[in-house]
């Protein structure tokens, strides 16, 4: 089993920077691919960034493509996003998820995820 424990969000202005973090328990942690997704009122939760086992591998949702970046610490056994240039259309619960790695996996899709955490909240005023 793997748990995960979203952390970081806050009420930020538009134009500010963010990062929120999520640690996962286990000794596997290096074999799990982990993502972000969030999910905003009224929508459906969305992808918005992946990375791979192999930390080369990182996918990005169009939304955020070189404002958000992805990244993983092994030995911490903790995920990271950093966010910058947030928007209002940010604004949103966000939720860590790990994938065991398989052959066929598409880091970028949310069935694919086998664990979650419970979100940490991003707010950004306009």
Same mark, same amino acid.
């Not at 992805?70 to 911490?76: A, L, T």
């Not at 065991?100 to 991003?122: A, F, H, M, P």
């Given at each position: ?18 990062? @929120?973090?999520? !640690? ?7 074999? /799990?691919? %982990? ?12 992808? @918005? ?10 996918? #990005?949702?169009?939304?955020? $493509? ?12 903790? !995920?990271?996003?950093? %966010?910058?240039?947030? $928007?209002?259309?940010?604004?949103? @619960?966000? /939720? ?6 398989? #052959? ?6 949310? @069935?694919?995820?086998? #664990? ?11």
């Amino acid at each position: 089993q793997v748990q995960l424990v979203d952390s970081g969000g806050g009420l930020v202005q538009a134009g500010a920077s963010l990062r @929120v973090s999520c !640690v996962a328990s286990g000794r596997t942690f290096r074999s /799990y691919s %982990m993502g972000w997704f969030r999910q905003s009122p009224g929508k459906e939760r969305e992808f @918005v960034a992946a990375i791979g086992w192999n930390d080369d591998n990182t996918v #990005y949702a169009d939304s955020v $493509k070189g404002r958000f970046t992805i990244s993983r610490d092994n030995i911490k056994n903790t !995920v990271y996003l950093q %966010m910058n240039s947030l $928007k209002p259309e940010d604004t949103a @619960v966000y /939720y860590c998820a790990a994938a065991k790695t398989r #052959y066929g996996l598409r880091i970028d899709e949310e @069935v694919e995820y086998d #664990y979650w955490g419970q979100g940490t909240q991003v707010t950004v005023s306009s």
